[in-house]
């Protein structure tokens, strides 16, 4: 029978490394996407400005964001700041740093998307009932724009959930970078665990993104 | 002679868009009296939202004057300009309901921003939705109401405010022609039983036919001709107006044809 390797994760703590590790990428994720989801409300707000200094601003901040991949600005704050600026970064906090830039940029677009396209009738409707600025942006707007912003955000959510891999390059233990231990250390005993681990670690991406995308799912069909 | 309930005088508004500027308003001056049903008529691009909407100020015109029941709103502050357009009633062509709110809670909520105790503002919405023939509807969602009955919420709930001024905004544009008489006959009766006076707003003469007393016909940015409907109709001078009536008669040929 072919032997797909999943008994080295029962091995010793393998199972609980592995989950540790997940835990960090999970917490990388959410921390990062708790700083982005601040800043990009109010970097959306601004982004809506009629001012050409902040619009130039954020268009730049925006098309950096999208044109850098995220392992190169990984490795520019984590091994640039060593050299530039002699800090020893953690690799968790580079991680952080360079999520938190990319979301809240993606973040920021998305509600300066979902802003702009609240119509214009709208505002005039409710200061034509005599609403207070206060009021208008509490009972019409904010329901309005939270309610085209969250299934995208939570797309975007899902997105930086998955990316987190990606601080495996720069040598955090987190799943990958668990898995691949496991692995290397069982070549020997069990040639094929690579088979078996990545599905394992495949399998607990799967169970955390998709409870999200399926919930994103479902509320873009409830709102839409 | 009567005083004017609503009068402006003079108004100009130019905006500036990237091709140029252009003057939606040049110097218009009207008057409405107390309980007129006034319609204001023009092609699309005349200038008649740039107008009604300067009568409670969500635009500020360039210059000129508007002045409600004697009142110069333009000199007024923010909180007594927002405490005036209260009473300033006013609809659109799109319902601007709130999608995520029931029927009844839709007309509770300008007096929810008022502060009117639950009890009472439940109340007052049920009768408001009893007079626009909706009663049965109180629990639905507007996603789940056809357009005409979209308007009825719109106008119940404009009517929380017991408002003595009615501005309608191309109310009736995006409804089919037994559902425009319906919600006409509707606005009609309101004003018989309530007594608000209102401004209509229009490309359509058969609207201005079916319940104003007065019209003003504009075009680009002027009022052509103001005066009753009836002789307006029988003896249009303006060529505006003679297209119009041009318009309405085509329309009722194709009808008829
Ligand atoms: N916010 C605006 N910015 C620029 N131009 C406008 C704006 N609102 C209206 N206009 C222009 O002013 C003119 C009159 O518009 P409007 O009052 O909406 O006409 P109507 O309601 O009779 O169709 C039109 O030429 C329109 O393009
Ligand atoms: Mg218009």
Known sequence: MLNLGIDVLFKGTNFLRLLGGLWIAVRISLISVMISIIAGLVMGMLMTSPNVVLKIFFRTYLEIVRIMPQMVLLFIVYFGTTRVFGWDLSAEYAAVIVFSFWGAAEMGDLVRGALISIPGIQYESAQALGMTRPQMYLYVILPQTVRRLIPLSINLITRMIKTTSLVMMIGIVEVLKVAQQIIEANRRTSPNAAFGVFAVVFLLYFLICWPVSRLAGYLEKRWS | ?257
């Open chain 2, 1 to 257: 002679m009567e005083t004017a309930y609503i009068e402006v005088r003079n108004l100009t508004k130019t905006y500036s868009a990237k091709n140029g500027n252009v003057e939606a308003l040049k110097s218009v001056s009207l008057s409405v009296l107390k309980n007129d049903i006034f319609g204001v008529i023009g092609l699309s691009g005349a200038g008649k939202s740039t107008l009604v909407r300067c009568l409670n100020l969500l635009e500020r015109p360039d210059s000129g004057e508007v002045f409600i029941g004697g009142q110069n709103l333009l000199t007024l502050g923010r909180e007594q300009l927002r405490l005036r357009r209260q009473k300033i009633g006013m609809i659109f062509q799109h319902f601007n309901l709130l999608e995520q709110q029931n029927v009844l809670a839709n007309v509770c909520f300008p007096m929810e921003i008022r502060g009117v105790p639950v009890r009472q503002r439940k109340e007052k919405a049920m009768e408001l939705l009893k007079k626009v023939g909706l009663e049965d509807k109180a629990g639905a969602y507007p996603s789940q109401l056809s357009g005409g009955q979209k308007q009825r919420v719109a106008i119940a709930r404009v009517l929380a405010n017991e408002p003595d001024i009615l501005l309608c905004d191309e109310a009736t544009s995006a409804l089919d022609p037994e559902t425009t008489k319906t919600i006409l006959d509707l606005l009609k009766s309101i004003h018989d039983t309530m007594g608000i006076t209102m401004v209509i707003i229009t490309h359509e003469m058969r609207v201005i036919q079916e319940i104003c007393t007065k019209v003003a016909v504009l075009d680009q940015g002027t009022v052509q001709e103001c005066g009753s409907v009836t002789k307006i109709f029988n003896h249009p001078k303006s060529k505006a107006a003679k297209r119009l009536l041009l318009i309405r008669d085509t329309e009722e040929m194709a009808d008829v044809g």
